[in-house]
């Protein structure tokens, strides 16, 4: 057992990582979300979102390995802007991880969840742009630029990142790819939080890096799990389940951070 955790958070940490990965698997999205959160709900939610970037690593990793040299090259051509800009806005929001307050929060991050169900991932909200997106450019630098930023931001400092799921969505690309370069986006930007959340001191002791460590192996098998029911799993009933974990937990985030639950 290690160090600080008991037995049944060692449990409810297997299970949670096993159904988070089952989810990224089938849908290509969802880890980050359902994991932190589940885990914010026993543990305090900075170091939930800590305890998750090693098994978030692994995750997309696997998901990788279904792209083929040529794809990953033609995809980080496409989408590198996106790419960068998520890096530097995902290490500033690390670095201000513990300054923000819990429960607006919550409330907001159950918005943004809610806000992604409801558009089903088909559209992407641009409150700059006033809610029009007819006539925008979303390949356009400028536009990776500004959505890579602001997703970074709040991913660094959440570990939710629907925003830019939502923002692949709106391309023209097979689910299995869409799955693969969703997971090529998160995977070099949790390269970097690694190290950077330890060069900023985040994680709070050795036992939580070990256990995100060892996190790896729950996640990697949960992944493999969705992978397979992907391929039995029409995407009506796929996104019907995902889309109605993700609703469940926008209600609870907002009902928690209003102290209603």
């Not at 819990?102 to 409801?118: C, K, Q």
């Amino acid at each position: 057992m290690i160090a600080g955790f008991s037995a049944s958070l060692l449990l409810i940490l297997v299970v949670v990582l096993l159904v988070s990965g089952a989810v990224n698997g089938l849908a290509g999205f969802g880890f980050a979300l359902v994991g932190t959160m589940a885990l914010a709900t026993v543990i305090e939610p900075a170091t939930a979102v800590v305890l998750m970037i090693i098994p978030i690593l692994s995750a997309n990793a696997t998901l990788v390995s279904e792209l083929s040299v040529p794809e990953l090259q033609r995809c980080g051509r496409r989408f590198w802007p996106l790419m960068l800009a998520a890096l530097v806005g995902t290490i500033i929001g690390m670095a201000v991880i513990d300054r923000l307050p819990g429960a607006p929060v919550r409330v907001g991050l159950g918005l943004i969840t809610l806000a992604f169900v409801g558009s089903r991932g088909s559209t992407l909200p641009l409150p700059s742009l006033g809610g029009v997106d007819s006539g925008i450019d979303r390949g356009a630098t400028g536009v990776m630029l500004v959505v890579g930023g602001v997703s970074g931001l709040l991913f660094g400092a959440t570990n939710v990142g629907v925003q830019l799921v939502a923002y692949l969505r709106s391309f023209d690309l097979s689910h299995g790819l869409f799955v693969s370069v969703v997971a090529m986006v998160f995977l070099g930007i949790n390269a970097v939080r690694v190290a950077a959340a330890g060069a900023l001191g985040l994680y709070p002791s050795a036992a939580v890096v070990a256990l995100s460590v060892a996190a790896v192996v729950p996640s990697v098998l949960g992944v493999a799990i969705g992978r397979r029911l992907r391929r039995r799993v029409d995407s009506r009933h796929r996104a019907i389940a995902v889309l109605g974990l993700l609703t469940i937990i926008g209600v609870r985030l907002i009902l928690g951070g209003l102290g209603i639950a």
